[in-house]
């Protein structure tokens, strides 16, 4: 056990056994690559997903939920951390060999329920990087199995127009137990392991962090959903996703803790749309994944726990992933680090609370620092950037993308977002007002955390974990 670990363990309760009312259990399943419009309660097609719908029906569906930023890795760095991820020096996406990764003086939030004695586990995608100094079980999870980046990551994607499978590394544990190249087996195997660490831990409070893989391509499925989908094999991933949502509800039930257990559906990032057929929907959101339009990062959220939150409710209040991290520390009473955070708790929002609004304004922060746009949850202000579009050229098909392009926003630019989602109107002329409103708040983050696009340094920036400090 390393030095952090042991802390941890000596700051955590002796038992929670005698008090299981006491306690909240947390699951957050982390999909990959879903688009706002795809599941069937907000407009999919060719397939249902009636797990999720059923979960959205009886809980909450948050309406404005943002990523920390558009891409995986750095996402679920804000995710784990309560950060925005430029904060902690992370961008983008690390692959292998990466020479950064999640620093060990970051608490995750697997660390952070450690200190109220949490169970913590991990299936499916890490991304924080992938030496070992960087993984799960060195940053406060007990178990671990999965990938340490995404699906894609090897050299052949895609080569001569044949989408060939890379031997990914799949880890138990800190080992690398095989190079795998069946991504059929991924969800389900995930899935049931899920399950075993519920039933295995169904009388003390645990952790679960679902993070699948799927539905980033290169997409695959289990044989009990291949073919099912009137929307190929986008449809039939996303079906099994469904199923494998609905099977760790159940096991909740049969268990008999649903009562005592926060369930949190999300997404890293929209959808990868230059894959077509392949990928979700953004569902009329400006762009895709990769970007800091809505398309980009406006993803799903559904929250579901039985007896606390009421049933059919929906929240158009902004929020975000990294959201989550103190909103778990809030109901679990665990103490926050001495670090800055940048998340706040969305608890009122969960409780129903008349006119809760935890959250005033968000920072949409791409690439290493760039400051490309700030909102309040209802206008959002652009500024001068470049970005990929994905509207310039017809969609790839069948695993293949489609060609991209840049653009550029030549100056700063103001969007409705309650009457335009789409950020197709720029209507600075009108609002004068609350674009010098919006352009303190985007001064305010400067000084903190510096921006790229206008030189600023910021002071409050700190550095990822280097591979060459841990060798």
């Known amino acids: 056990m390393n030095k952090k670990l ?55 569906r948050m309406t404005h939920f943002l990523a920390g930023q558009p891409i995986s890795g750095a996402s679920r760095a804000g995710l784990l951390t309560g950060c925005y991820p430029n904060r902690i020096g992370f961008a983008g996406a690390p692959g292998p060999n990466s020479e950064y990764g999640i620093h060990p003086d970051e608490m995750t939030m697997a660390e952070l329920l450690k200190q109220k004695g949490y169970h913590t586990a991990i299936f499916g ?18 178990e671990y199995y999965g990938l340490p980046y995404s699906n894609d990551m090897w050299s052949y ?27 059929t087996k991924f969800t389900t195997d995930y899935t049931n392991r899920s399950i075993n660490f519920i039933k295995k831990n169904k009388s003390q409070p645990f952790f679960l962090y679902l993070a699948h893989s799927m539905p980033h391509v290169p997409l695959a499925v289990s044989d009990k959903f291949k073919g099912k989908s009137e929307q190929g094999l986008f449809g039939d991933v996303m079906m099994e996703i469904d199923w494998s949502v609905g099977e760790i509800l159940k096991t909740l039930r049969e268990l008999g803790i649903e009562e005592n257990t926060l369930i949190v559906l999300t997404s890293d990032n929209g959808p990868w749309t230059n894959y077509g057929n392949h990928a979700g929907s953004a569902a009329g959101l400006r762009e895709a994944k990769a970007t800091t339009f809505d398309g980009g990062n406006r993803i799903p959220c559904v929250m579901y726990w039985k007896g606390k939150i009421m049933a059919g409710t929906t929240s158009n209040k902004l929020a975000s992933n990294i959201d989550l991290f103190p909103t778990l520390a809030d109901i679990s009473q665990a103490p926050l680090p001495k670090k800055k955070l ?3 708790s969305l608890l009122p929002l969960i409780k129903g609370e008349k006119d809760a609004s935890p959250r005033k304004e968000f920072a949409y922060y791409y690439n290493k620092n760039d400051l490309e746009a700030v909102t309040d949850g209802m206008f959002k202000l652009v500024f001068p950037h470049k970005y990929v579009t994905y509207g310039a050229f017809v969609p790839g098909n069948d695993g293949m993308p489609g060609k991209l392009t840049n653009l550029e926003i030549q100056k ?41 696009l206008t030189s600023s340094q910021g002071k409050n920036r700190r550095q990822p974990g280097l591979l060459k400090d841990y060798k």
């Open 412 to 452: 700063a630019e103001l969007y409705d977002l309650r009457r335009d989602p789409g950020e197709r109107y720029d209507v600075i002329s009108q609002y004068p007002e609350v674009a010098a409103r919006l352009m303190k708040f985007a001064d305010k983050m400067r000084k903190d955390l510096g921006d790229n």
């Open 125 to 142: 995608k890490w991304h924080l990087g992938d030496a070992k100094s960087f993984l799960p079980l060195q940053n406060g999870f007990d």
């Open 342 to 344: 940048d998340g706040v």
């Open 6 to 60: 042991a802390l941890l363990a000596a700051l955590a309760p002796i038992t929670y056994n005698s008090l299981a009312a006491d306690y909240t259990n947390f699951i957050i399943i982390n999909l990959d690559d879903v688009g706002y419009g795809d599941f069937s309660y907000n407009g999919a097609y060719g397939y249902t997903t009636p797990n999720i719908d059923k979960m959205a029906a009886e809980g909450m």
């Open 157 to 183: 994607h895609p080569q001569n127009n044949m989408f060939k499978f890379p031997d990914l590394p799949t880890i138990d544990g800190d080992e690398i137990i095989g190079y795998n190249t069946d991504q």
